[in-house]
């Protein structure tokens, strides 16, 4: 069966340090997302891609990279890890807007500590 | 850009009690579909609106798409302990790809 996985699932790092979240979809989807959930702040959305080489900001992408190589990938960097980034981040792909099956699937998450 | 609001943020209901959250966007939305979190997990699609006016039904739940298409809701009937969690309404941004969501209202429920 087709899934998305996130790896590592926990991560403690210390402030300074560079940090890669993976993200690896088998839907064979275009669109890509990562987003970051936070108490009161619901999920939000940090950078996005709609297919290989392509890649956009949303609205909290200050402090984090992302890149795409390939359909399946989108890992998510953040180069110096501030203690603002501790959250719970969520990675998830979708079909092409018009497909009528924009659905998002999520993978399980990576709860990130920043210490 | 395009905002999702959402509310309540909390409610808490006594089993078999409705419950009812809303979503409104400061821009007309394409479509708007609605998500739901159990406590530990991630968030899971339950539904796409499309149509001004829609009214969808899964069961307990119905959901509905305002006749401007900026605003929508989830009911749910007579509230069961497994609807406890986190419901998220979201809308597409600027590009339509990308979904943004609401803060979400986070349903506990007192069997």
């Known amino acids: 069966d087709a899934e998305i996985t996130q790896s590592p699932r926990h991560k403690i790092i210390e402030t300074g340090r560079q940090v890669t979240l993976a993200c690896h979809q088998t839907w064979n989807h275009n669109n890509m997302f990562w987003y970051r959930q936070d108490l009161g702040h619901g999920l939000r959305l940090i950078h996005y891609?709609?297919?290989?080489?392509?890649?956009n900001k949303g609205e909290v992408s200050d402090g984090y990279s992302v890149s795409r190589s390939n359909t399946e990938d989108l890992p998510l960097t953040l180069e110096s890890a501030a203690s603002s980034q501790t959250s719970v981040y969520f990675c998830?792909?979708?079909?092409?807007f018009g497909t009528g099956n924009e659905k998002l699937f999520f993978g399980s998450g990576t709860q990130l500590s920043v210490l | 850009g395009q905002q999702v609001m959402q509310i309540p943020q909390y409610q808490h209901v006594q089993e078999g009690e409705d419950f009812t959250t809303y979503c409104n966007s400061s821009t007309t939305l394409s479509n708007i579909q609605w998500y739901k979190q159990r406590p530990g997990g991630h968030p899971v699609f339950l539904i796409q609106?499309?149509?001004?006016?829609e009214v969808k039904k899964q069961k307990r739940l119905t959901f509905q798409f305002g006749e401007a298409k900026k605003n929508s809701s989830l009911h749910i009937t007579a509230t069961q302990t497994t609807d406890v969690g986190t419901y998220f309404c979201?809308?597409?941004?600027?590009?339509?790809?990308?979904?943004?969501f609401g803060a979400g209202t986070r349903l506990t429920v007192k069997p």
């Open positions: 891609s709609y297919g290989v080489h392509d890649t």
């Open positions: 609106l499309v149509k001004s006016g």
């Open positions: 998830a792909s979708s079909e092409s």
């Open positions: 979201a809308g597409p941004g600027s590009h339509n790809n990308d979904m943004r």
